[in-house]
């Protein structure tokens, strides 16, 4: 089992910058892509951006020049800096993370979210 632990989400105003951070323990075999995913309220949960264990990244194009990725060097850890906040990035931000082993074997782990609020 992988535990999460995230922290760093609140409250800020349009414009400000938050930084999220979720750290992963446990039995860990390989953490392979580790990402955000953000679920507003009524919405469906949406992939935000996520990081492979070679340093490939991906990011929705709403958050694409604003929002940056990255996972520390023991690769445990993975983070949001979050740039220039807009009230519609308001939601409840999850961290995801992919443990594989042996030959296609894989787990996938959710953080329990942090929430995020924008104000204009």
């Known amino acids: 089992q992988v535990q999460l632990v995230e922290s760093g989400g609140g409250l800020v105003q349009a414009g400000w910058s938050l930084r999220l951070s979720c750290a992963a323990s446990g039995s860990i075999f390989s953490l392979n892509i580790m990402g955000w995913y953000r679920q507003a309220p009524g919405k469906q949960r949406e992939l935000v951006a996520a990081i492979s264990n070679g340093g490939t990244t991906n990011y929705a194009d709403s958050v694409k020049g604003r929002f940056s990725i990255s996972r520390d060097n023991a690769k445990t850890t993975v983070y949001l800096q979050m740039n220039s906040l807009k009230p519609e990035d308001t939601a409840v931000y999850y961290c995801?993370?992919?443990?594989?082993w042996g030959l296609g074997s894989r787990a996938d782990y959710w953080g329990q979210g942090t929430q995020v609020t924008v104000s204009a």
């Open positions: 995801n993370v992919q443990d594989v």
